[in-house]
């Protein structure tokens, strides 16, 4: 047990990168790939996750690469990982919405130990999304409409202060692209009723309660 945390400790990006690679060639070569590439959007990478040296990151690279892509922990808050993992864990050790399938087709899962665990979750509500604080956002109902509705249905509704505005407008391509990857396959039209990203509105919200654009990150 110790000297498999120790091991741990000492995985470094590159070590992590080549676990990634590894269980990204399994499971893009299942005959499942087709929806397990579209479960989460490639955003980080081993050298990108925070804290990347530390025992954390290479569980995440370790274990969370598996059926998907490398999650962010920046995508949720603090609060939704630890019931997020467990949802997880059950599939690791087969059982729970398609655990045995997947365990089948990947020929065996790993799945961490209570210690393991302990420290994943912990790596990841440490450096979680910042939640919204509603109570300063008087005009979250107004002016914040499209911003409201648009950015919290895959995770919980940031903070506008978290970031500059130029900040923010980087964020938002990037979820215009989440958006396009996770909602449909290519090619699909719009569903009606589904919320469209109005961006300048959300962009234009977001600028006029971002952080100030001299604060150091
Ligand atoms: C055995 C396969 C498997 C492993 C291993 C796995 N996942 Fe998942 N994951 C899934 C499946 C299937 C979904 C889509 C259904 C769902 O959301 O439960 C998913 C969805 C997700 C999502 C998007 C859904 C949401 O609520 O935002 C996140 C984030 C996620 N996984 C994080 C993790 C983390 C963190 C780990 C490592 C602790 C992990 N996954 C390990 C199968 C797996
Ligand atoms: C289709 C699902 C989806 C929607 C809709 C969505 N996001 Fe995200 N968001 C993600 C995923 C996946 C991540 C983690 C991967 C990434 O950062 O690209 C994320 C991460 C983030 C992060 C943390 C990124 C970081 O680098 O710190 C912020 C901030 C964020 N989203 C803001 C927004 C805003 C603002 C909107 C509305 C314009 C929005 N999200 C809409 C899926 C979504």
């Given amino acids: 047990m110790l000297l498999c945390t120790a091991q741990l400790a000492a995985a470094g990006p590159a070590e992590n990168q080549a676990l990634i690679d590894a269980a990204r060639a399994r499971w893009e070569g299942s005959p499942q790939a087709g ?18 040296g530390s025992s954390g990151a290479a569980l995440l690279a370790r274990y969370c690469v598996q059926c998907h892509h490398l999650p962010n922990p920046a995508m949720h808050h603090p609060d939704k990982w630890p019931k997020i993992v467990d949802r997880m864990v059950v599939r690791m050790r087969g059982h729970g919405n398609r655990g045995a399938q997947m365990k089948q087709m990947m020929g065996g899962l790993a799945a961490p130990d209570e210690e393991e665990l302990h420290m994943l979750i912990g790596y990841l509500r440490r450096n979680a999304q910042k939640p919204i604080d509603v109570a300063r956002y008087p005009d979250l109902d107004t002016r914040g409409r499209s911003f409201r509705d648009a950015c919290a249905q ?51 919200y977001l600028a006029a309660h971002a952080a100030p654009a001299t604060r150091a990150r």
Avoid: F
């Avoid at 929806?35 to 925070?50: G, H, K, Q």
């Avoid at 130029?166 to 938002?172: A, I, M």
């Fill in 35 to 52: 929806w397990m590439v579209r479960i989460l959007p490639p955003s980080v990478d081993a050298a990108t996750l925070p804290e990347a």
């Fill in 154 to 204: 895959c995770h919980v509704l940031p903070e506008p202060a978290s970031r500059t505005a130029g900040e923010w407008q980087r964020v938002v391509r990037r979820m215009e692209r989440n958006m396009a990857w996770m909602n449909r396959v290519s090619g699909s039209q719009p569903l009606p009723g589904e919320p469209q990203l109005e961006v300048p509105d959300i962009l234009a």
